[in-house]
Structures are given as C-alpha cells and as structure tokens.
C-alpha cells in the first residue's frame, strides 16, 4: 500500500508562474519530509526538506508547506523557469533512515 | 567529490544469471540503501543498512541480498534474475550529519531478457 502518494503523474506551467506540486502521506508517525528533483538518466537529487516541527521551509524559489491535520504537503516554485523541468519526488520517514518515495510529478515549463 | 558511486550503470542479463550491482560511498555516511524505479511505481526501498554488519529488509526485498561488510561499500546481488527485476537501481546514502538528506547514485539500468 502506497503510504506517500503524488495523485498528479503531470503538470504544465507557464515560465515565469507558479508551479504548485502536491503530495499526501497515510501514515501519522511521518515526521520528516524531502522533496528530490530529478532529470533523465540521472539520480534524484535533494531540493528541500521539513520537518513535522514546522509548516514551512523556504529556499530561493522553493517553498515546501506541510499541513500536518491533512497529512499533506506542497512544493511551491516561484517563478518557474525552463530547467526546472524535470520529475519531482517527495519522500516521508518517521525513522530518519527509510524513506517511503511518492511515484513522482512531471514538471514541464513552457518558456 | 565522487559523492555516490554505482557501477554498472548499464547491464543486460539473461534469466537466471546472477550478478552485482556495487555501490560506494565516501562521505562517511552510516546509512545506506537500495532502490529501484518503474513507471507509475516511483522510487521502493529494496534493502537498507544503519551501518557496518547490519542490514534490513524495505518494501520490495524479494529476489534481491545485500551486505555491509564496511561503511563504505553497500553491494546489491541478484542470484537468479528475472524479467520482473528489470529497472533502474538506486543506491543512496545519508547520515544524521547530513539533516538525513539522501544522496543517489547516478543509477543503473538493468534489463531482464
């Protein structure tokens, strides 16, 4: 059973706008929270992170908020630009070590 | 910085052939795992270690050993591959040190035939 899950397998955005990827978790004991970029033919790489104490970390662009009551957290890009094109993962653990990955998100920015 | 190190990054095995995927880190980090991805599936943990000697089982460990004789080499060995373990593989490894940011390998295609 999927425990993070990333309902939208695509999503389109205009250069220059906001690119607003989601994610849900099931499971309560979830405390810390990473989001991964990652381009054809290479590993993921890291892009920000939360954990449970917060509600929202910001990087530049980047924007993760997470809504603990909805077990739900967001990656806000703003603005978005060509090379942010690329598959978004998030990822969830309650220990620090194994980390349950979402099926990932498809980012395409539309100079 | 060599970071996470994964060879080979491409391999065609028959079924029932063995092999090795080897991994190597250099950042000191006590964690290490395995992954792989498959359309619509995302990235699933096949197996983690916590450290040298130690070893644990993720969601998708079936077909699949590993060991941890150092800190760091992490090798993933398949004994009889099949069709259904064709995919990309990634190691990564992290470290409380590091705020437990997970760092990948650049990947391996493995195909089944």
């Known amino acids: 059973d999927q425990q993070v899950k990333q309902n939208s397998p695509s999503l389109s955005v205009q250069e220059g706008r906001i690119s607003i990827l989601n994610c849900d978790y099931t499971?309560?004991?979830?405390?810390?929270f990473l989001w991964y970029k990652k381009y054809p033919a290479e590993g993921p790489t890291f892009l920000i992170s939360?954990?449970?104490?917060?509600d929202k970390n910001e990087d530049g662009r980047f924007t993760v908020f997470l809504n603990k009551s909805a077990k739900h957290l967001s990656l806000h890009i703003v603005p978005s630009q060509p090379g942010d094109s690329a598959v978004y993962f998030c990822?969830?653990?309650?220990?620090?070590?194994?980390?349950?990955f979402g099926t990932g998100t498809s980012l395409t920015v539309i100079p | 910085n060599a970071g996470v190190t994964q060879t080979p990054k491409f391999q065609v095995l028959k079924t029932g052939q063995s092999m090795t995927l080897q991994c190597a880190q250099d950042?000191?980090?006590?964690?290490m795992s395995w992954y792989r991805q498959d359309p619509g599936m995302g990235l699933r943990l096949i197996h983690y270690?916590?450290?040298?000697?130690?070893?644990d089982q993720g969601e998708v460990p079936n077909g699949y050993n590993v060991s941890r004789s150092t800190t760091e080499d992490f090798p993933l060995r398949l004994l009889s591959a099949a069709p259904s373990q064709t995919s990309v593989y990634f190691c990564?490894?992290?470290?409380?040190?590091?705020?437990?940011?997970?760092?990948f390998g650049e990947g391996s295609w493995l195909t089944v035939v």
């Open positions: 499971n309560s004991m979830f405390d810390y």
């Open positions: 939360i954990s449970s104490i917060k």
């Open positions: 950042m000191n980090h006590e964690y």
């Open positions: 990564a490894s992290s470290s409380n040190d590091s705020g437990n940011t997970i760092y």
């Open positions: 990822a969830a653990s309650h220990t620090g070590n194994q980390f349950y």
């Open positions: 270690s916590v450290g040298a000697g130690i070893t």
